[in-house]
């Protein structure tokens, strides 16, 4: 079966940095765009960053231009986001999602499959 498995959560302090990934599994990783999205207590799922099939384009939301990186290794079905300058704004839930279209969406309806999330705390 498709797994998503997020990883690399935790605590970390204002302004500091943290990278959390998503290892796919039981599905052609390189057929799929994948996007990270986060969702804080209380909060609607929001988008947050994309990468499609090649990895040739990323998306961001604006809040995190400039401060979030995404990245995605096929050889080994893995996409990385790298998060830096964080701020408490960012603490939430984050998951990643796989689509078979290539179409970077900020709809959550669009992704096929769905991580169980990884809890980014950014708080001192």
């Known amino acids: 079966q498709v797994q998503l498995v997020e990883s690399g959560g935790g605590l970390v302090q204002p302004g500091g940095s943290l990278s959390v990934s998503c290892a796919a599994s039981?599905?052609?990783?390189?057929?799929?765009?994948v996007g990270w999205f986060r969702q804080a207590s209380g909060k609607e799922r929001e988008f947050v960053a994309g990468?499609?099939?090649?990895?040739?384009?990323?998306y961001y939301r604006d809040s995190v231009k400039g401060r979030f990186t995404v990245s995605r290794d096929n050889a080994k079905n893995t996409v990385y986001l790298q998060m830096s300058s964080l701020k408490s704004e960012d603490t939430a839930v984050y998951y990643c999602?796989?689509?078979?279209?290539?179409?970077?969406?900020?709809?959550?309806?669009?992704?096929?499959?769905w991580g169980q999330g990884t809890q980014v705390t950014v708080s001192s």
């Open positions: 990468i499609t099939r090649s990895g040739s384009r990323t």
């Open positions: 999602a796989a689509d078979r279209t290539d179409l970077i969406s900020g709809y959550v309806s669009q992704y096929d499959y």
């Open positions: 039981g599905l052609t990783f390189f057929n799929y765009a």
